[in-house]
């Protein structure tokens, strides 16, 4: 029964559009269900209605009778509907009504229509599979079983399938053997299903291992590069440093891909509406692939339409991601030629539309290829993989991408020529005011200059290619990048070839942009050498100039701006735990760059030691490491630390999924970053984290950290007190589990510790005790603690003489400890208030 209470959340929902994204939601299908029931009950009516009019007496005197019975189904039915939207969750109770209402209806109709309604024998069938198919093998057998019953009732209590005997025995064997047969049919699938989805996960777990062990090298690339580039603010090495940077986060982007790819046919990837700079994208985009394209003596051109904005509106990352992997390819299977890119942005009854386009003058496929090259993991041809290299993915990517953000993808080629793929997709003009970029010194090639009088800008004016050229060279000696030509096409309407043959001279690196001025926009031009170098097309008689305003954006054309080092505001103590020295290296020159002090460790209970042993304002912890990973890192020190100032602790993980960041927050860390480590980011997070904020405290628990002589003799095996905090902290399940390590590692270390006596090694002998007096202090078992810690500095005379007592005093503190632990256990039933209240303190022997 619908209670009053939800009625409000009913009427909200009872929207069309609401109600059906409530029912995506469900966690299963009843109400596909509930609501067939409704049709298929109308269908019958229908029927019936159909039969009296042929002349069905039988079928007449059925609507008869069963007018008050199928009005209080469908109410039922209703009634189902709305329980279903009220409570969306999966109901047992829920499913067996509709069974008993589905069986008891139709075997209902079934006995009251006689030979006219022998036809509706069918809907049991539809009832039991349905319910199978859905809900699984046990509601199969429910509702068969329930088929059977009434089916049964119906045969003894009607004349017609009195009459029928033999008919009526088959098919209640019908009813028995086809849902058996059906169950095994739905064990398979279902068991297909769970191998299907073990191994999805497993393709999760390689992908995030894969993201890890890719991460970490990539760390310490990109870190490097942006610690080289504060140190080179200016130079010629600084466009290699910047490359290197750009080059390694490429890699970053192609790395998170992988795992897009993996969300996205999980259909778990959402769109992210962000300003882009454009022309700063395709700058980015441009040099990343241009450092393969010049090893190979492959141009890499961009083309901008007329009507190209500034900035537009859509995700930064998957667009990016798009035409570094289609540029990519264009690059990877060209061997000689050229790479054009060419973007616009074209405006539609549906809004504004990204055009874009990528030709090469590559390999070319062949048609028979074409339609299954966006599939995933698949090439042209065989020989692609050995030729080429890669992985089939990148298309595959690619697609998905496009069609997440509503948009279309094609392709045209033609083996041996070369292909083109264009792709386009909605996207938003920015309204975001854009400071115009600043024009640089420019060149036009005229002779003339009275057509361009509104430019503001420096202008070198050569009335024939040769004057270009020398104005060319002056400015690429004034440190000028991807110079801009404006060539007068009014003035060299038969020269534009010429012009274009003669700019191609130079280094590949420092290609002018082409920019063609005329006052009517016509076709783009046919030749190959003027679309490597036309970047776009202007009218001079616009003031606004705004394309020349992208161009001016697109030709990089100004130094590089150095790069500030990032300084923190106060100087702190950090401790960098990471079993990578690389990273290591990279983290601690970002962090004394930014005027903090830092000490490091390459495991978890080396990070811990010092973190209880030394203030530290923050600590970085490698999530993977040997000995002791990140997270139970921070859980012991959390519960070793109780009482006392607990320092802030930031995971850092190469895994990139939100299950691992998830677990760091769980495990009671302060934040999570991923590798790659920002050098802006890092410090950014450290002073939100630190900043002036009071350090944080847990409540206070007796003696975790250097028992003195007060643990004596009398004291329990284990501080119950300190047992009752951890269990209110962390639950008993948790106490429990602490408690099982601590028992399996002391049973481990007293062996160890015995063959440690038995060979006289006072190095293993001290490195088993320290690790026993860890797991020791976190459950408060103090005798075995003050134990291990009196034998920090044992030596070899006082090993070779006593050790022999000492493992036997150890072993009678370990058993008196077990013995607490089971006296635990016995009285887990007892007073909440002090559930170890009846510890018996344990005597010595």
């Not at 589905?102 to 319910?131: C, M, P, R």
């Not at 090469?360 to 299954?372: F, K, N, V």
């Not at 070369?418 to 970029?437: D, I, K, L, M």
């Not at 050569?462 to 990048?481: F, I, K, Q, S």
Request: charge should be negative; hydrophobic fraction near 50%; charged fraction near 20%.
């Amino acid at each position: 029964m619908i209670r009053s209470a939800r009625m409000p959340t009913l009427m909200r929902g009872l929207g069309f559009a609401r109600v059906a994204a409530k029912l995506r939601r469900r966690p299963d299908s009843e109400h596909e269900l509930t609501f067939n029931r409704l049709l298929l009950s109308s269908a019958i009516l229908v029927y019936l209605l159909i039969a009296r009019a042929a002349g069905s007496t039988a079928a007449a005197a059925a609507l008869d009778a069963a007018a008050l019975p199928f009005l209080a189904f469908e109410a039922i039915a209703a009634a189902l509907f709305l329980h279903i939207l009220c409570f969306p969750g999966i109901s047992h109770p829920r499913r067996i009504a509709g069974i008993a209402c589905d069986i008891g209806i139709f075997s209902y109709g079934l006995h009251l229509s006689g030979q006219a309604g022998s036809a509706l024998f069918l809907i049991y069938f539809w009832a039991v599979l349905g319910n199978g198919f859905r809900f699984g093998v046990r509601y199969l057998a429910l509702a068969a079983a329930a088929a059977v019953v009434g089916f049964a009732i119906v045969v003894a209590t009607t004349p017609f399938w009195q009459s029928q005997t033999a008919l009526a025995a088959g098919l209640i064997g019908a009813l028995v053997v086809i849902p058996a047969y059906t169950a095994v049919l739905i064990r398979k699938l279902s068991e297909a299903k769970r191998q299907a989805e073990e191994a999805s996960r497993a393709k999760s777990l390689f992908l995030a291992s894969i993201s890890h062990e890719l991460r970490t090298p990539l760390n310490a690339i990109i870190g490097l590069s942006d610690l080289l580039a504060e140190s080179h603010p200016i130079g010629g090495d600084r466009e290699m440093i910047d490359t290197i940077g750009r080059s390694g986060r490429s890699l970053l982007t192609l790395i998170n891909a992988l795992l897009d790819f993996s969300r996205i046919e999980a259909g778990k990837v959402e769109t992210k509406s962000e300003d882009v700079d454009l022309p700063l994208l395709l700058r980015q985009v441009r040099d990343v692939v241009g450092v393969m394209a010049r090893s190979k003596g492959v141009r890499v051109a961009l083309h901008v339409g007329a009507h190209l904005p500034r900035r537009i509106v859509t995700d930064r990352r998957h667009l990016e991601e798009i035409l570094t992997n289609l540029a990519g390819n264009a690059v990877k299977f060209t061997a000689a030629g050229m790479v054009l890119v060419e973007v616009d942005v074209e405006t539609t009854a549906e809004g504004p539309q990204l055009v874009v386009a990528v030709s090469d003058t590559g390999i070319g496929i062949a048609p028979e290829s074409q339609a299954r090259i966006f599939e995933s993991f698949t090439q042209a041809d065989g020989t692609i993989i050995d030729r080429f290299g890669g992985t089939g993915l990148g298309l595959a990517i690619v697609k998905q991408l496009v069609d997440l953000h509503g948009g279309e993808i094609g392709v045209v080629s033609t083996p041996g020529e070369g292909s083109t793929f264009s792709f386009h997709f909605p996207v938003a003009v920015s309204t975001t005011p854009t400071e115009p970029t600043p024009l640089p010194s420019m060149i036009l090639l005229s002779r003339t200059r009275t057509r361009l009088d509104g430019l503001d800008a420096p202008l070198l004016v050569g009335r024939d290619v040769a004057e270009v050229r020398a104005h060319l060279a002056e400015l690429t000696a004034r440190g000028l990048r991807r110079p801009i030509v404006l060539v007068d096409a009014a003035e060299a309407p038969d020269a534009l070839d010429v012009v274009a043959e003669a700019l191609l001279a130079g280094e590949a690196a420092d290609e002018p942009c082409l920019v063609l001025c005329r006052r009517a926009a016509g076709d783009a031009p046919s030749s190959a050498a003027l679309r490597r170098l036309y970047t776009a097309e202007i009218d001079p008689s616009h003031p606004a100039f705004t394309t020349l305003n992208v161009v001016a954006a697109l030709s990089c054309d100004r130094q590089p701006t150095p790069q500030a080092p990032v300084v923190a505001k106060r100087r702190l103590s950090i401790l960098v735990a990471d079993d990578n020295k690389s990273n290591q290296m990279v983290i601690g020159k970002i962090l004394e760059r930014a005027g903090h002090r830092v000490a490091t460790v390459d495991d978890g209970e080396a990070a811990v030691d010092r973190m209880l042993a030394e203030p530290f304002d923050l600590v970085l912890m490698d999530v993977n490491m040997p000995v002791m990973n990140g997270i139970e890192a921070t859980k012991f020190y959390r519960f070793a630390a109780l009482g006392t100032r607990l320092v802030p602790i930031v995971a850092l993980t190469a895994d990139a999924t939100a299950e691992a960041e998830s677990r760091c927050r769980e495990a009671g860390m302060a934040a999570c970053l991923t590798k790659p480590i920002d050098a802006a980011e890092l410090i950014a997070a450290i002073e939100l984290l630190v900043g002036d904020a009071p350090p944080q405290t847990l409540p206070a628990v007796a003696a975790p950290a250097e028992p003195t002589e007060t643990v004596d003799d009398e004291a329990p095996a284990i501080d119950g007190e300190k047992l009752s905090d951890l269990e209110a902290l962390g639950g008993r399940a948790f106490v429990d589990e602490l408690i099982s390590t601590f028992t399996d590692e002391a049973t481990r270390a007293l062996r160890a510790l015995g063959a440690a006596v038995a060979d006289e090694d006072v190095a293993a002998f001290r490195n088993h005790a320290h690790a026993l007096r860890s797991g020791a202090a976190n459950i408060g078992a103090l005798r075995v603690y003050r134990m291990c810690l009196d034998w920090r500095r044992i030596d070899a005379r006082e090993l070779a003489v006593e050790g022999e007592r000492h493992i036997h005093d150890l072993e009678r503190a370990f058993a008196e400890v077990r013995a607490a632990i089971a006296q635990r256990d016995g009285e887990a039933n007892g007073s909440a208030a002090d559930p170890f209240a009846g510890f018996a303190a344990k005597r010595r022997a």
